[in-house]
């Protein structure tokens, strides 16, 4: 099985480390697949609403965010934007 599991401050996620998909011509040589960078984008969504605590909230997308990038997935806007709102979520301006 292709996952990882990361335990962190008393938070565990398990994450796909890959995905067994033929690359496309926009992902081509980055060692991302849309399908990967989707799933990932929407594990950080699904994080957001989920969480009271703000910093937990921020611990977690940026887990997340980091296992998706040491996975050799590159973030798109749609990533990005689901960071820069827990961060605005959260009131955290600095990592924002």
């Known amino acids: 099985e292709n996952k990882s599991v990361v335990r962190q401050n008393g938070l565990q996620v398990s994450i796909v480390d890959t995905l067994e ?24 969504q699904c994080l957001i609403p989920q969480e009271k605590d703000d910093n937990v909230l921020l611990r977690r997308v940026f887990l997340v965010f980091n296992e998706m990038r040491s996975a ?3 973030p798109d806007h749609a990533c990005y934007n689901s960071l820069l ?11 924002a």
């Open 21 to 44: 998909e033929k690359e496309s011509p926009r992902t081509a040589g980055s060692g991302s697949t849309p399908e990967a960078i989707v799933l990932y984008t929407e594990l950080l």
């Open 72 to 74: 050799g997935a590159t």
């Open 85 to 95: 709102r827990a961060c605005a979520l959260s009131g955290d301006a600095t990592k």
